[in-house]
T-cell receptor, first 117, second 115 residues
């Protein structure tokens, strides 16, 4: 079955550590996204990538980094510079991030809950 | 720039009653509009979408939404609520032509179903 896989489902981080969240898709989608979800805040865009080897900052990129070396993979690193990393992180993909497309909905993974201990 | 406003962070209805979740958007170009549902500790699942054509859109689980350009609204309805409808619902907008940064989401509405 095609879809988006996020791992791990739960992740615990100590203060000052970097952690990497995995996101893999087999939908052959060009565009991939990382969102952060906090209670009452909706989804806020961290980073997005339209094509391999290219990515752009979203609304809350500070303290995060990404890479897009392969079309199917878009890992997110939460660095020690992120002062409040405890949140639910969602990865998504869509056919493309640009151009005239009818099917521009995003498909989501099951999320990773990150907790700082 | 586009934005989405969902009226009511929490909506409570009785089982069997009408569900109405409100969504208003702003967009400088004709929008694509979406409703997603999220169950606890899960990702988002697409309920329905409006792209072009008929303004009344039917989705999964008996939900539907109507695009009203004059009111810049895309409210979600279901004639009869079921206990399994209890979840978080998100309205989202994407500008036609492809927003490079994807979808803009509202803050969500938590739907509570009273037995």
């Amino acid at each position: 079955d095609g879809g988006i896989t996020q791992s791990p489902k739960y992740l615990f981080r100590k203060e000052g550590q970097n952690v990497t969240l995995s996101c893999e898709q087999n939908l052959n989608h060009d565009a991939m996204y990382w969102y952060r979800q906090d209670p009452g805040q909706g989804l806020r865009l961290i980073y997005y990538s339209q094509i391999v080897n290219d990515f752009q900052k979203g609304d809350i990129a500070e303290g995060y980094s990404v890479s897009r070396e392969k079309k199917e993979s878009f890992p997110l690193t939460v660095t020690s510079a992120q002062k409040n990393p405890t949140a639910f992180y969602l990865c998504a993909s869509s056919i493309s991030g640009q151009g005239q497309f009818l099917n521009t909905e995003a498909f989501f993974g099951q999320g990773t809950r990150l907790t700082v201990v | 720039a586009q934005s989405v406003t969902q009226l009511g962070s929490h909506v409570s209805v009785s089982e069997g009653a009408l569900v109405l979740l409100r969504c208003n958007y702003s967009s400088s170009v004709p929008p694509y509009l979406f409703w997603y549902v999220q169950y606890p500790n899960q990702g988002l699942q697409l309920l329905l979408k409006y792209t072009t054509g008929a303004t009344l859109v039917k989705g999964i689980n008996g939900f539907e939404a109507e695009f009203k350009k004059s009111e810049t609204s895309f409210h979600l309805t279901k004639p009869s609520a079921h206990m399994s409808d209890a979840a978080e619902y998100f309205c989202a907008v994407s500008e036609r032509g492809g927003g490079a940064d994807g979808l803009t989401f509202g803050k969500g509405t938590h739907l509570i179903i009273q037995p």
